[in-house]
């Protein structure tokens, strides 16, 4: 069955780099999208990104400076590089996979469970 | 980018009543709305796609409807489960952004 998981460091130091990996099965990453979206908590839902099932990427253009995301196919991870953190990034980071019906109308279909991710020294 | 925008940020509603949210699109999305659902601690949930295609295992007090900008969510015959905090999304072009957010309480 398809299934996604974020993993990641918890606790990163200020303007430090995260580094996510999302390890998917039960789907192909050169068959469909996978995006990352973050939540603050108590907040709500910010994108950032995505992995295009062909390879190429786009950002939230508020975090494009900061923001990389990559993939290793071989190994079905996509990964997620943020660098310069600072406290507002302390949030729930989630991967998603993209479904679409009839390539019309496209949704999240499938999340990860999220990882905390914890900015502070 | 898409702007989305949702009303109301919350909502409080007894069990068995119904609920309607809306969200507002900066521009037209051409029906390309999408509706999740997440309870606390947990990821998002789908609902429901293209404004109003109802996920596989969704019940059928869950409906959507809308078009260009403007679109609903409505609930009907509250359950004690559905009590959580819902999202419209942009899935028509990127950025997928995502709507603010509203939570639905219990009264």
């Known amino acids: 069955q398809v299934q996604l998981m974020e993993s990641g460091p918890g606790l990163v130091q200020p303007s430090e780099t995260l580094s996510l990996t999302c390890t998917v099965s039960g789907f192909s990453l050169t068959s469909y999208n996978v995006h990352w979206v973050r939540q603050p908590p108590g907040k709500g839902l910010e994108w950032m990104g995505v992995?295009?099932?062909?390879?190429?990427?786009d950002y939230n253009s508020a975090l494009k400076s900061r923001l990389s995301i990559s993939r290793d196919t071989s190994k079905n991870q996509v990964f997620l590089k943020m660098n310069s953190l600072q406290s507002e990034d302390t949030t729930t980071y989630y991967c998603?996979?993209?479904?679409?019906?009839?390539?019309?109308?496209?949704?999240?279909?499938?999340w990860g469970p999220g990882t905390m991710v914890t900015v502070s020294s | 980018d898409i702007q989305m925008t949702q009303s109301p940020t919350s909502l409080a509603a007894s069990v068995g009543e119904s609920v309607t949210i809306t969200c507002l699109a900066s521009e037209d999305i051409y029906g390309s709305l999408v509706w999740y659902q997440q309870k606390p601690g947990k990821s998002p949930q789908l609902l429901i796609y293209g404004a109003t295609i109802l996920e596989d295992g969704i019940p059928s007090r869950f409906s959507g409807s809308g078009s260009d900008t403007q679109y609903s969510l409505k609930i009907n015959s509250l359950q004690p489960e559905d009590f959580a905090s819902y999202y419209c999304q942009n899935g028509l072009s990127t950025p997928r952004t995502f709507g603010g957010g509203t939570k639905l309480e219990l009264k």
């Open positions: 992995m295009w099932s062909g390879g190429s990427t």
């Open positions: 998603a996979r993209e479904g679409n019906w009839e390539l019309q109308y496209w949704y999240f279909d499938f």
